[in-house]
């Protein structure tokens, strides 16, 4: 089994405002470092921490059974005790999130199952999970349309944007913010946000995010490039 450690310090960079300057925490990951699934990845993004394994595609249950495609199977396992409905409602997410770039037509009457697991949740939480998700469908070599990226941000009381906000910085803010983004026009793939804000932030708040994606998908393909790279 060969395990690949990638990292990516923190990444400053101005917005096309030129007022702000956001910063993305550090990004490291461990891919394959599980020998059961068919693909995993430990994504670190900053203290927060989160390893997802993907198995198949793979024989699924005939209640889930789909005819011209693959079911996607999301399973959301919190660090302790059982699922809230906040994490049902994240679990959906990322699953039609994974639905809309897997090329689940190619593998009919098929299961691609996908474990999501909490290990720290230190901010920017739902944008590690879909981060990690990508790498470790990537490292389960299962056909994608394009990559996805996620980045987070938060407004605070002062009309600031924080781009891949703490969970300390979270709680202080009035609106939370995660996007997600292809990687072939940066068009947006998913968006989750909470609190009160206006048209014009949640404007900003796109356009900073979207940004930085750009450097989470070089850190993409760097990482997968260094695994092949060792692995060849």
């Given at each position: 089994?060969?395990?690949?450690?990638?990292?990516?310090?923190?990444?400053?960079m101005k917005?096309?405002?030129?007022?702000?300057?956001?910063?993305?925490?550090?990004?490291?990951?461990?891919?394959?470092?599980?020998?059961?699934?068919?693909?995993?990845?430990?994504?670190?993004?900053?203290?927060?921490?989160?390893?997802?394994?993907?198995?198949?595609?793979?024989?699924?249950?005939?209640?889930?059974?789909?005819?011209?495609?693959?079911?996607?199977?999301?399973?959301?396992?919190?660090?302790?005790?059982?699922?809230?409905?906040?994490?049902?409602?994240?679990?959906?997410?990322?699953?039609?999130?994974?639905?809309?770039?897997?090329?689940?037509?190619?593998?009919?009457?098929?299961?691609?199952?996908?474990?999501?697991?909490?290990?720290?949740?230190?901010?920017?939480?739902?944008?590690?999970?879909?981060?990690?998700?990508?790498?470790?469908?990537?490292?389960?070599?299962?056909?994608?349309?394009?990559?996805?990226?996620?980045?987070?941000?938060?407004?605070?009381?002062?009309?600031?944007?924080?781009?891949?906000?703490?969970?300390?910085?979270?709680?202080?803010?009035?609106?939370?913010?995660?996007?997600?983004?292809?990687?072939?026009?940066l068009k947006?793939?998913?968006?989750?946000?909470?609190?009160?804000?206006?048209?014009?932030?949640?404007?900003?708040?796109?356009?900073?995010?979207?940004?930085?994606?750009?450097?989470?998908?070089?850190?993409?393909?760097?990482?997968?490039?260094?695994?092949?790279?060792?692995?060849?």
């Amino acid at each position: 089994m060969y395990v690949y450690f990638a990292y990516l310090t923190d990444i400053t960079m101005k917005s096309t405002k030129g007022t702000e300057v956001v910063t993305l925490r550090p990004l490291t990951c461990e891919m394959g470092q599980l020998s059961r699934p068919d693909g995993s990845a430990t994504t670190f993004q900053g203290d927060t921490c989160v390893t997802v394994s993907v198995y198949g595609p793979g024989e699924v249950r005939i209640n889930k059974e789909q005819l011209d495609r693959a079911t996607i199977d999301v399973v959301y396992k919190p660090k302790s005790g059982l699922p809230a409905c906040a994490d049902k409602a994240r679990e959906k997410v990322i699953r039609h999130t994974c639905e809309s770039v897997l090329l689940a037509n190619l593998h009919p009457r098929s299961s691609i199952n996908v474990t999501v697991q909490e290990v720290q949740d230190s901010g920017s939480f739902l944008a590690t999970c879909v981060n990690s998700c990508c790498l470790a469908l990537l490292d389960a070599s299962i056909s994608m349309k394009c990559t996805m990226a996620a980045v987070g941000c938060c407004i605070d009381f002062e009309n600031e944007i924080i781009l891949d906000p703490t969970k300390q910085q979270e709680e202080r803010s009035k609106a939370t913010m995660t996007f997600v983004f292809d990687s072939k026009d940066l068009k947006l793939l998913t968006v989750v946000a909470e609190g009160k804000y206006t048209r014009e932030q949640f404007q900003r708040c796109l356009i900073v995010c979207k940004e930085a994606s750009e450097s989470v998908f070089s850190f993409f393909r760097d990482s997968v490039k260094r695994k092949l790279s060792k692995t060849v």
